[in-house]
């Protein structure tokens, strides 16, 4: 697993690494509010604010967060919270596993999913170079009125841009992240194709406790 397609997971608040919610005070110091939260933003606005911010703290940020990775934690968290459809995302993976499942069961894959990866990447972050710019080129209707694709560049200096996309639906009074595509690899994909034979065997708890567990890990590059 490279660290690259990382940052975009986590600019989306899609790092579905993040931890349990954060505590208040933790958010409090963590960053301005998001652009998530604000009435009336279009997706391509939020995905550009919200990215610009989140490089912009984990660079400011970054002494803090490698001497206090518990810091780092709750950052993420908090960004998660505020920009990414947990639960949906979680139907997604899951597929046809997912169907009749309970909302209980449902959040308890999505929490352990999120976990896993925060244990396995999580701290990976403070290595990148988070000294990029974000493009954002175009926002299409997906189809079935399911919502937006937000098509982005991140660009880096001596190298290519990454092209990455964010599938975003409308949830309460704002917008919500439930995919995110780097280079054309789907993250919701690519959890699908992972668990799938798992599922086949055992139940969504089960699996969701051996991810707790460590018995079993997520892997964000298990497509590429």
């Known amino acids: 697993m490279t660290i690259r397609p990382l940052i975009p997971f986590v600019l989306a608040s899609a790092v579905l690494a993040a931890a349990p919610f954060a505590q208040a005070q933790a958010q409090a110091q963590a960053a301005p509010p998001a652009a998530s939260t604000m009435q009336g933003e279009s997706p391509s606005k939020l995905v550009l604010d919200n990215s610009q911010r989140i490089l912009s703290t984990l660079e400011s940020r970054r002494a803090e967060f490698t001497a206090d990775r518990g810091k780092l934690q709750d950052f993420i968290a908090s960004e998660f919270d505020q920009m990414f459809d947990r639960e949906y995302s979680a139907r997604q993976v899951l597929g046809r596993h997912g169907r009749g499942a309970s909302d209980a069961d449902i959040k308890v894959f999505a929490d352990a999913l999120a976990d896993s990866l925060m244990r396995r990447y999580g701290s990976s972050l403070l290595d990148f170079n988070t000294r990029l710019r974000v493009r954002v080129k175009s926002e299409t209707p997906l189809p079935r009125g399911l919502g937006v694709k937000v098509s982005s560049e991140m660009l880096r200096q001596g190298g290519e841009p990454i092209p990455v996309d964010y599938l975003m639906r409308r ?13 054309g690899v789907s993250f919701v994909q690519t959890f699908r194709q992972q668990f799938d034979t798992p599922l086949t065997r055992k139940s969504i708890r089960e699996v969701a406790a051996d991810l707790s567990a460590g018995r079993m890990q997520a892997d964000a590059g298990a497509g590429n």
Do not use: Q, T
């Open 171 to 183: 949830a309460g009074n704002g917008w919500r992240v439930f995919d995110v595509m780097v280079e």
